[in-house]
């Protein structure tokens, strides 16, 4: 492919999942290391109904709306959750599984039942995304890359997840002490003055963020598979934390690239006429990541002592 082909109708959708995988690769390192793997998944439930209801509030898809949307959401379901729980009296999980379950199958209920496919905005891009035909069209090449008329032009989304990895790294970069000590030692973390309690809850938010930032771009398939695969598969690479978060955003850049050639490519290569789902296949590729480090990898061979 030339650089006339790839920089228009490649190189933005690759990079926007380059994004969006290392955006929601970074707080899943801190989440799967104190036992909350799954919060992402939770998270992919619960906006699904913010960001239809926000949708139908406003009649836009907008940043905003949506991330208003999407904290709502969030909110409403603490709220079912310590209800259930308090009237029900069952443990929390179970408690969390019926709302999440419910909520996610609500979101699907409005997307079906709404005029949003206009939009982009169905049951399909909602899972999958429209990562494809997020292409550049103002682009003729390499040289668009210094042309301030066609950068203009290029997709929302890229702005929108750039702005977003920014945010968690900055975040991460912050508070990391505070995040290392309370991840490993939440005991120790309280009695040296770290508010663990708001630490966590920020953490939560900032995973939120990311998710929802992702959501529309590249769908909850990916963003699902990228808290947990990429720090999951770095965690069995080495001790040490720092070290993981540079696997994990390795394992997540790979990931992204890899599965959005395969997607485009792979069935022709088979001989097959029609591409696959690159969200779909980015999400295999960061699985079989995993696999291949949970067979592989140096920290299988050694003690379950953890990072620091």
């Given amino acids: 492919m030339s650089g006339a082909e790839f920089v228009p109708l490649s190189l933005p959708p690759m990079l926007i999942g380059i994004f969006a995988a290392i955006a929601c690769a970074l707080p899943g390192n801190f989440l799967v290391l104190r036992r909350q793997a799954l919060i992402g998944d939770a998270i992919s439930h619960v906006v699904l109904p913010g960001i239809v209801v926000a949708f139908l509030l406003t009649g836009m898809v907008a940043t905003w709306p ?116 309370s991840t490993f030692d939440e005991g120790f973390a309280r009695t040296i003055g770290i508010r663990t309690g708001a630490l966590g809850l920020a953490l939560v938010i900032v995973a939120a963020v990311a998710a929802v930032a992702a959501f529309d771009a590249v769908g909850s398939i990916i963003v699902i598979a990228m808290f947990i695969c990429p720090p999951a598969a770095a965690r069995l690479m080495t001790d040490r934390l720092e070290r993981q978060i540079g696997w994990s955003v390795l394992f997540a850049t790979l990931s992204a690239v890899i599965g959005y050639v395969l997607a485009g490519y792979g069935p022709l290569w088979l001989g097959a006429q029609d591409a696959v789902s690159a969200a779909g296949m980015i999400a295999t590729v960061a699985g079989l990541i995993l696999a291949l480090a949970a067979r592989l990898a140096p920290r299988r061979q050694r003690s379950g002592a953890p990072a620091g």
């Fill in 66 to 181: 949506m991330m208003l949307g999407a904290a709502g959401a969030a909110v409403l379901a603490v709220a079912l959750i310590e209800a259930i729980r308090r009237l029900g009296r069952i443990e929390p999980g179970a408690a969390m599984g019926v709302v999440f379950t419910s909520m996610f199958a609500g979101g699907v209920l409005l997307l079906e039942q709404s005029d949003t496919s206009s939009v982009h905005l169905d049951v399909e891009h909602a899972l999958y995304g429209n990562l494809e035909s997020l292409i550049w069209l103002d682009a003729e090449g390499w040289a668009s890359l210094l042309d301030p008329a066609a950068l203009a032009g290029l997709p929302p989304e890229l702005f929108r997840m750039a702005v977003t990895l920014a945010g968690v790294a900055l975040f991460i970069a912050l508070f990391w002490r505070a995040l290392k000590i």
